[in-house]
């Protein structure tokens, strides 16, 4: 299948997605993601609250007014201080826990996204897969070490393009290339929960979400889109992160169909 193939196919398996989880049963998921969303989103603010005050608490006691012998110094501007280590802080873990708010969001979710994935499978494909307990852990470490394996990637993705981002010109791409990482990594991890059930093994798992790897962008996009929405941003990638998973998975399976009517033998004709 061609790259732009891949790429409209994800997108248009969306459709297919929202309609098979809307009436095949599965709806009751979305309730789920959002009590798990908004857990996530409480202790998230908990987190930064805490972490980014000690971290304010630390800086400002190194910084010391006492000794100038200003009556503007000692009586202002510490305060002018405090307030702008307060905003810059807050601003800075604001975007840090975005950042990785996506990922938290996928492994958190993980056990609810798995069932979609093969719900979405026993539909379409009429597949019901028997896992055991000890299966059933193996695969959760599984899934956290592709996702932490994306995660670091990723990273190293950034570092390097916060370097490039001083070149002029060249620098200005380096956002568009960015969001385009994101979009596979997103991707990948919906696409990897086939792959994990049938058997795909970590390295096998990479090279198929490379082979198809515009897949893999255009599923991730619509999630990362949903990342910008304003005001609703917290909550809309629980229900898009459902929908995703489903569309991964059923645009692989119209990929496995079309593999496997292309490896078909033809038969042959005899007048």
């Given at each position: 299948m061609k790259k732009s193939n891949q790429f409209f196919l994800a997108i248009k398996s969306y459709g297919k997605a929202f309609d098979l989880i809307a009436n095949k049963g599965m709806a009751w998921t979305f309730l789920v993601v959002l009590l798990i969303d908004i857990a996530i989103l409480a202790l998230g603010m908990i987190f930064t609250e805490s972490i980014s005050d000690m971290l304010m608490k630390k800086i400002t006691a190194w910084i010391s007014f006492e000794s100038s012998g200003s009556t503007f110094v000692k009586s202002y501007l510490p305060g002018i201080v405090n307030g702008i280590l307060w905003i810059t802080v807050k601003i800075a873990f604001f975007f840090a826990f975005g950042f990785v708010s996506g990922f938290i969001l996928q492994i958190v979710m993980?056990?609810?996204?798995?069932?979609?994935?093969?719900?979405?499978?026993?539909?379409?494909?009429?597949?019901?897969?028997?896992?055991?307990?000890k299966e059933f852990l193996k695969d959760i470490l599984r899934g956290l070490g592709i996702s932490f394996r994306n995660l670091f990637i990723e990273l190293l993705f950034i570092a390097g393009c916060l370097i490039i981002g001083f070149i002029p010109v060249i620098g200005w791409m380096t956002s568009i290339f960015l969001f385009f990482v994101s979009c596979y990594f997103y991707g990948f991890s919906f696409m990897d929960f086939t792959n994990e059930r049938q058997r795909r093994g970590i390295r096998a798992s990479v090279r198929y979400v490379r082979k198809n790897k515009w897949l893999a962008i255009g599923n991730g996009f619509v999630f990362a889109l949903s990342l910008f929405i304003p005001f609703c941003n917290k909550f809309i990638p629980a229900f898009v992160a459902i929908i995703s998973t489903s569309a991964a998975t059923i645009a692989m399976l119209e990929i496995e169909k079309e593999e496997n009517n292309s490896q078909a033998t033809p038969v042959a004709e005899f007048n």
């Open positions: 993980s056990p609810i996204l798995a069932y979609v994935s093969e719900k979405t499978e026993a539909i379409l494909a009429g597949r019901k897969y028997q896992t055991t307990f």
